[in-house]
């Protein structure tokens, strides 16, 4: 019995928490997960091109208004219009990223504590966090990614700006880490279900306090401006990181905070996630 | 009167339907305050070194953008959403029963939400976001008389736009593509994000010819008082005139519709 043997070696590493071995083995899992869920999106190719195009469409509004907007604006209190558009593509390509690989997180109100479906989680022996992340993938939500890349390389060419491999591995880092605060911030939220029957519209709320992440902070009071750095850090999902790019000398501290900004968030919302889990009460049936 | 008694009981359930959501509501609340929040900053960084733009001053773009996601509240609603689950699901089938005009049915428990909208959101965002950022009062000598009239009229030719994109549903399952692209057009070129005489003149020229404009810019229009007395009333006349050619496009777009509906099950 194969499936008996694989259970019993998860547990087993679990228990023993040889680190290397279970990251290894968490690693082959996810690939299998991944090529699972591609191969389940082919399968439905219509539903992933209406989905693809649904998300194109709300894309494309906010990239009209940006774009109308700055038509009549070049500037805003100091910014470049090309600027402006680059820290608004940063935003979307690590939201998107988030929305592609953890959207799943979103559901877990609706879908997981009120249907119950969260006990057969909890069942096996993986880590729930895992579970929930790679349960579905949503590959349609990639056009915010797109987008997003497609607004940065329109503002570096109009920039004139040339980068070399390395900045282009920082940038990558630097998105990458800003994802890492999205999911962190929507894991803390979501996790916050487990204790408060909420049904995800805080989660809405997070989402429009988002769009503050588009636009450089300097436009915002102080008081908004400290909120968006220190307690809900949206300001390193764009604004900091892009700040390699856009080189303003002030914020150079606040580029390289950026991975740290996002190692810290994530741990903390892992020990919320955990703690979460453990108040956790079934719903039964 | 039966008929009246009929329309609106659609109306009190689609009230009534709302008040089991509260809490989201007041979420709902918060979002529109946010969003008001980010427009009046970024607007006040645009302005910054403006006078006007557009032919819009600081003052009028703040009112602008007060009063037109307030009025979004009201002129929002599900009607595409509900008839395409409603195929989706098969529960059309009871909908189908009621000898009632489908798609004034669908109006009219959709104003039902509207009013309830107007009562828990649009009147709550008027009153709180007037107390934190500036808005002025509806000027000239119409616009406290008219821009009530003219939101109302923008509810239903918002609804009748909603109503032929749902019918879309009856054509094809992945209807969610055509709900977005609806959403797109309303969103960018009723105005309500950004005044329409910030895009190119061609856009703008084509526009004229579109019922968009007349769910937000119109109305906003009358109630900052920027069109002169002959242009309020062609401009509430087009409103007019736009929902009924759409109400007759609904009718002749469901007698091909409702040929291609199979339910499912049973």
Same mark, same amino acid.
């Given at each position: ?24 083995f968490?690693?082959?899992l ?7 869920s ?16 649904a ?30 558009? /680059?820290?608004f593509?940063f ?6 990223? /988030? ?37 579905r ?5 990639s ?50 279900? /487990? ?40 300001a ?50 | ?51 006007? #733009? ?19 509240t ?22 189908l ?33 007037s ?79 579109l ?11 009358i109630?900052?008082?920027?069109e ?14 736009? #929902?009924? #050619? ?12 409702i ?8």
């Open positions: 019995m194969p499936s008996a043997d694989w259970r019993y070696r998860a547990g087993d590493n679990q228990k023993k928490g040889h680190a290397i071995k279970r990251l290894i968490y690693i082959n996810l690939r299998a997960y991944l090529s699972n591609i191969k389940s999106r082919l399968a439905y190719r219509e539903d992933f091109l209406s989905g693809f195009v998300g194109l469409m709300m894309q494309l509004i906010g990239v009209l208004f940006v774009f109308s907007l700055f038509v009549r604006v070049p500037h805003l209190m100091g910014w470049h219009r090309e600027e402006i558009f /680059f820290i593509g935003s979307q390509v690590s939201l998107g990223l /988030f929305f592609t690989f953890f959207s799943n997180l979103l559901e877990l109100s609706d879908k997981y504590i009120i249907e119950g479906n969260f006990d057969r989680i909890l069942l096996r022996p993986l880590d729930s966090f895992f579970q929930l992340v790679t349960e993938i949503y590959w349609e939500e056009s915010t990614i797109i987008v997003g890349l497609s607004m940065m390389s329109y503002a570096l060419s109009r920039l004139g700006l040339a980068l070399g491999p390395a900045e282009y591995l920082s940038l990558a880092g630097l998105v990458l880490s800003a994802c890492a605060i999205y999911l962190a911030i929507f894991t803390i939220l979501v996790s916050l279900t /487990f204790w408060f029957n909420d049904r995800g519209s805080v989660v809405s709320v997070m989402l429009m306090l988002e769009g503050f992440s588009r636009y450089p902070v300097t436009i915002y009071n102080r008081t908004v401006r400290l909120v968006l750095t220190f307690i809900i850090p949206y390193f999902t764009a604004f900091f990181p892009s700040m390699l790019i856009l080189g303003r000398e002030s914020y150079r501290l606040y580029v390289w905070l950026t991975p740290a900004v996002a190692a810290v968030s994530l741990m903390a919302a892992l020990a919320v996630w955990r703690a979460g889990t453990r108040a956790y009460q079934s719903t039964g049936s | 009167m039966g008929r009246l008694a009929k329309y609106w009981a659609f109306m009190r359930m689609g009230y009534l339907t709302y008040l089991a959501y509260r809490f989201q509501v007041l979420m709902n609340f918060v979002s529109y305050l946010l969003i008001i929040a980010l427009n009046y900053f970024l607007w006040k960084a645009v302005y910054s070194g403006h006078r006007e #733009i557009a032919g819009f001053t600081m003052e009028q773009m703040m009112t602008y953008v007060v009063i037109g996601w307030s009025a979004r009201f002129f929002a609603n599900r009607i595409d959403r509900m008839i395409g689950d409603a195929v989706r699901d098969g529960s059309i089938a009871m909908d029963l009621k000898p009632t005009n489908f798609q004034l049915y669908h109006y009219f428990r959709a104003f039902g939400r509207a009013v309830f909208m107007f009562l828990f959101m649009t009147l709550p965002i008027i009153v709180v976001a107390l934190i950022f500036p808005v002025s009062l509806p000027s000239g000598k119409l616009g406290p008389y008219l821009f009530p009239l003219s939101v109302i009229l923008s509810f239903f030719l918002h609804a009748g736009i909603s109503y032929l994109t749902g019918l879309v549903a009856f054509f094809t399952r992945n209807n969610e593509g055509v709900l977005r692209f609806k959403q797109l057009l309303v969103e960018v070129f009723s105005g309500v994000m950004i005044p329409i005489t910030f895009f190119p003149d061609w856009v703008q020229n084509a526009l004229f010819w019922p968009f404009k007349y769910i937000a810019y119109a109305p906003l229009r109630y900052l008082g920027m002169p007395l002959s242009k309020v009333h062609q401009g509430v006349l087009l409103q007019i005139m736009w #929902i009924v #050619i759409i109400y007759l496009a609904g009718q002749v777009l469901w007698h091909y519709a040929r291609r509906l199979e339910i499912q099950g049973g």
